[in-house]
């Protein structure tokens, strides 16, 4: 079994496509300067450092950051690591969804289930367990009472880095990163 090193492990939270702009379109411009930011920050804490990368395996931002980390193991001596809430979890993913799923998890150097089943608490068991191993967040959150704003409130209260891609509309329903 593979053990990693906090001080040189990075976790991912973010929204559900259907919580991002254009409801997550991978077609849509935003979402794909979305993507390259997501990927830029990743190659980023490649190059500080970071070997170790988690993620939670929710559709958008987690799986789109699991791909991150693939598309750059070939280059790099990374390892990806997959926090699933619970043994199921996963199995009614569509399409593209579910590829990337399959994907990330046949990709993936470990594989944490959090739960055997669901429980009313394996996300925020799953958002702990990847904070406590972890020593920086980067996320894709614009909605602080959401899971993921509550996980970078969780990162925020453990001492983490966190790099926060933020996504801001204006009246003409464009958007720009911060």
């Given at each position: 079994m593979?053990?990693?090193e906090k001080a040189k492990t990075c976790c991912f939270t973010g929204h559900r496509p259907e919580k991002l702009p254009d409801?997550?379109?991978?077609?849509s411009v935003v979402i794909k300067a979305l993507k390259s930011r997501l990927f830029l920050e990743t190659k980023n804490a490649v190059a500080q450092g970071y070997k170790y990368f988690i993620t939670g395996m929710q559709r958008g931002v987690?799986?789109?950051?699991?791909?991150c980390v693939l598309d750059l193991m070939g280059e790099n001596d990374i390892h990806l690591i997959a926090a699933i809430p619970y043994k199921d979890f996963g199995k009614n993913y569509q399409a593209q969804d579910?590829?990337?799923?399959?994907?990330?998890?046949?990709?993936a150097d470990k594989i944490v289930y959090?739960?055997?089943?669901?429980?009313?608490?394996?996300y925020k068991q799953r958002n702990l367990y990847m904070i406590e191993n972890?020593?920086?967040?980067i996320a894709v959150v614009d909605d602080y009472n959401s899971g993921s704003?509550?996980?970078i409130g969780l990162a925020k209260k453990n001492g983490l880095i966190?790099?926060?891609i933020l996504i801001h509309g204006n009246e003409n329903d464009q958007c720009t990163f911060v």
């Open positions: 593979m053990d990693i409801n997550g379109n991978e077609n987690d799986l789109w950051a699991g791909e579910k590829w990337l799923f399959g994907r990330i998890t046949d990709s959090i739960s055997e089943k669901y429980t009313k608490d394996c972890s020593s920086m967040l704003g509550q996980t966190i790099k926060n």
